[in-house]
């Protein structure tokens, strides 16, 4: 399975309408590496603790995806900021070999916008997106001025993501490159 690809759908908990990106992997990759990858496709900053859970069991870091998918686990979990807890679930939707002509990882699908960092986990989110959609509620322009930008919920960037694992591809063929 080195050689493997493998689609699959990150998909944030708890979402209505669900905020979620199918993205292709190579197989060889390790959790840790995944971790990279799920923080660029999302559009989380990477600031804070994360583990992989099979069942309830959490999964080190140093193992890799293919051997998930080796071991036939079809679902697992990815946990981001012990804080806020934003829990993920991850599906792998295929396995398939993988086009030399193509650099991975790579988006193939995806919806909605990732929450802001440090909102409070879904329940802030929420509330978060209740005062930004309302310019009569009281904490309207503290809301706007502590996320600093307009936040569309609907609206994912995908060039910004496609510009985030690109970079991820680059390192990954940089370090292939180098002789050992």
């Known amino acids: 399975m080195s050689d493997s690809v493998i689609r699959l ?3 944030l908990d708890d979402t ?9 992997i190579p197989g060889a ?9 799920v923080q660029a496709a999302m559009g ?3 600031e804070h603790l994360f583990a992989f859970q099979v069942g309830r069991e959490e999964v080190a870091s140093r193992v890799r995806l293919a051997d998930l998918a080796a071991r036939r686990i079809k679902r697992f979990g990815y946990l981001y900021d012990m804080g806020d807890n934003w829990q993920h679930t991850l599906r792998i939707e295929e396995v398939m070999s993988a086009d030399p002509e193509v650099a991975y990882p790579r988006l193939v699908g995806g919806a909605g916008r990732c929450p802001p960092e440090d909102c409070g ?4 989110f929420y509330a978060f997106l209740e005062v930004i959609a309302d310019p009569q509620h009281p904490d309207y322009e503290d809301r706007l001025e502590w996320y600093g930008d307009v936040f569309d919920f609907a609206e994912m960037d995908v060039a910004q993501i496609n510009q985030r694992l690109a ?3 680059a390192r990954r063929k940089r370090k292939a490159a180098k002789p050992r």
């Open 9 to 11: 759908k990150i998909e």
């Open 44 to 46: 989380w900053e990477d």
């Open 16 to 24: 209505d309408p669900p905020i979620w990106r199918t993205i292709e």
């Open 29 to 37: 990759i390790s959790l840790k590496d995944l971790h990279r990858i």
């Open 167 to 169: 970079r991820i591809a």
């Open 121 to 124: 986990g879904i329940p802030g």
